[in-house]
């Protein structure tokens, strides 16, 4: 096992919003810095979901890698790839399959929440119901030491180390069983109050101008329970004061509470100046993702060093586990 390998993917849905960047970016640029990362685009996964409508994928890839390079995600110190560039992947997820009881994968606990959340799709397909066992292959194959998570990953997490820990009695050591670096990442609400996601059409993206993005957090739904300027004010039950605290200053997002609780201040001010911080906060990230998209052949490059360095790791491995099978 190699103690400092990390593996973590991120499915290509496109232009990544500031939820993306504060769940996932923000620690993948900490981790960078200590940790041996394989970051790979999961574009099986979006599969797994999206099968009727596959179009998008490859340019999403694309504009999301662009996001990751803009904010830092450096290939020098990381592995940056594509998942269906490395067939090792598929080719031991159908091994594991082999050994994966069905049982396992009906418990997952995303299995039955994502059927009813995306009810308007088909999910009883093979491939929805086995995708833990894609996940498993996807850290496995790298000998992965940690797998960056959420809390509710967790149970992922969990089939994949029994998953591992199977393979390991069916057939001799061959993969160490990763264990979870937890990150804590704040909630970040998007313009209506849900979790902001792109598919509510309520979410603030990284790439957009700096115009589009005052205007989305002008329209940042408020404290309900204040429907005048002169009510006092609660920034507790206010969804945009949800980005105050993630990008106003200490010292003025103090006094914008108390001028908020004495009615001293009315929403629009208050979130002309937190559009003000979130424009300014990312305004050297646009810079920089505009340098980077006037060269056009750099994502392509960076992903291509990216499947080689990743298949020749995924290669060794599926050397083992076919001498481990007996195939
Ligand atoms: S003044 Fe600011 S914190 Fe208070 S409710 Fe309005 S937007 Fe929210």
Excluded at 40 to 54: C, G, K, P, V
Excluded at 183 to 201: A, I, Q
Aim: net charge neutral; glycine share 6%.
């Amino acid at each position: 096992m190699n103690n400092k390998r990390i593996v973590s993917g991120m499915r290509p849905t496109g232009k990544l919003h500031l939820g993306h960047y504060h769940g996932v970016l923000a620690s993948w640029l900490k981790l960078q810095e200590e940790f041996e990362c394989f970051f790979f685009a999961a574009d099986w996964h979006s599969l797994t979901t999206e099968y009727e409508n596959t179009a998008g994928i490859v340019e999403n890839t694309a504009e999301m890698v662009l996001d990751w390079l803009a904010f830092g995600i450096d290939p020098q110190k990381s592995t940056i790839f594509v998942q269906s560039r490395v067939p090792q992947h598929a080719e031991l997820t159908l091994i594991l399959s082999m050994i994966t009881p069905v049982s396992w994968l009906e418990r997952n606990p995303t299995y039955k929440e994502m059927q009813e959340n995306l009810a308007a799709k088909d999910l009883s397909t093979f491939g929805f119901l086995g995708y833990p066992v894609l996940m498993a292959s996807d850290i496995i194959v790298y000998k992965a030491a940690r797998v960056p998570v959420g809390h509710d990953q967790l149970p992922h997490l969990e089939i994949t180390r029994e998953i591992a820990r199977r393979f390991n009695y069916l057939y001799g050591a061959v993969f160490p069983e990763p264990a979870a670096l937890l990150t804590e990442t704040p909630k970040v609400l998007g313009l209506d109050g849900r979790k902001m996601s792109k598919s509510y059409g309520n979410a603030i993206f990284l790439s957009e101008t700096a115009e589009e993005t005052q205007k989305k957090v002008m329209s940042m739904v408020t404290d309900v329970q204040r429907p005048r300027r002169t009510d006092p004010g609660e920034p507790d039950r206010c969804v945009a004061f949800t980005l105050h605290r993630l990008y106003v200053p200490d010292v003025e997002r103090a006094r914008i509470v108390e001028a908020c609780r004495g009615a001293q201040i009315g929403c629009v001010d208050c979130k002309k100046i937190l559009a003000r911080c979130v424009v300014d906060e990312l305004a050297p990230f646009r810079a920089k993702r505009e340098e980077l998209a006037a060269r056009p052949e750099l994502v392509g490059e960076v992903l291509a060093e990216g499947n080689r360095r990743a298949a020749a790791e995924a290669a060794a491995t599926m050397e083992e586990v076919r001498k481990a099978i007996k195939l």
